[in-house]
């Protein structure tokens, strides 16, 4: 099982919805990431937060807010979504922001359908 | 420059064969480079990971071998099988503080082992 705890696993939502994804870590990292992740492709890079601040936006769309009112959780806030961001919402975490010793740890998740 | 090439999108291997996966990159501030491995419905997982000060290394049957001067990468799966049908990920980090916590990912191989 990952480390790395995402909920929920599955989410349908409708356009004018607001939803939010949870992510929580308890390895003591103080990088955490939200990755986005269409089918057969990579992992695409949406937030970083170091030590509780938000250190890359990736040119994320407003409609995505993400916020880290922790060490140990993330969320990404989700309102008026399109049906093409659709996809796998990854969370991530690790030791200090990823290089060779601080390595990636993703969670399995969460598998989203805007309808 | 901030790309990372892999190749084949896809690879069927029969129980027992070796398994190669090849990723080039342009950027020579990468400076750690790690090999994802995604099941199906789970997040990306570690598999291994190399420095560029080393050309090969060796963790059961998986192997990177790391060409510095050619800018070149691969990942060898020795004796496959059908429990490593997944998608492989190779990956590189900038060096640079600037751009820390941003991992660039190669485009993926499907592998598929055959029993």
């Known amino acids: 099982d990952t480390e790395v705890t995402q909920t929920p696993k599955h989410l349908v939502m409708g356009m004018t919805n607001k939803k939010s994804l949870k992510c929580e870590q308890h390895?003591?990292?103080?990088?955490m990431y939200w990755y986005k992740q269409k089918a057969k492709k990579p992992p695409e890079l949406m937030f970083v937060?170091?030590?509780?601040?938000?250190?890359i936006n990736e040119s994320v769309p407003s409609r995505f807010s993400p916020e880290c009112p922790n060490s140990s959780l993330l969320n990404l806030h989700l309102h008026a979504l399109q049906p093409e961001d659709s996809a796998l919402y990854l969370c991530?975490?690790?030791?200090?922001?990823?290089?060779?010793?601080?390595?990636?740890?993703f969670g399995n998740g969460t598998r989203l359908t805007v309808t | 420059q901030q790309q990372v090439k892999q190749s084949p999108q896809s690879l069927i291997v029969q129980k027992g064969g070796i398994s190669i996966i090849n990723c080039a990159y342009e950027?020579?501030?990468?400076?750690?480079f790690p090999w994802y491995q995604q099941f199906p419905g789970k997040g990306p997982a570690l598999l291994i990971a190399?420095?560029?000060?080393?050309s090969e290394k060796k963790e059961g049957r998986f192997t990177i071998s790391f060409n510095k001067s050619a800018k070149q990468f691969s990942l060898h799966i020795m004796d496959s099988q059908p429990g490593d049908s997944a998608t492989y990920f190779c990956?590189?980090?900038?060096?640079?503080?600037?751009?820390?916590?941003?991992?660039?990912f190669g485009q993926g191989t499907e592998l598929s082992v055959k029993p």
């Open positions: 991530a975490s690790s030791q200090l922001l990823v290089k060779l010793r601080s390595p990636l740890h």
């Open positions: 190399i420095r560029p000060d080393v």
């Open positions: 390895m003591g990292h103080r990088a």
């Open positions: 990956a590189a980090i900038p060096g640079s503080v600037y751009q820390g916590g941003k991992l660039i």
């Open positions: 950027n020579t501030a990468f400076d750690y």
């Open positions: 937060y170091s030590y509780e601040k938000l250190s």
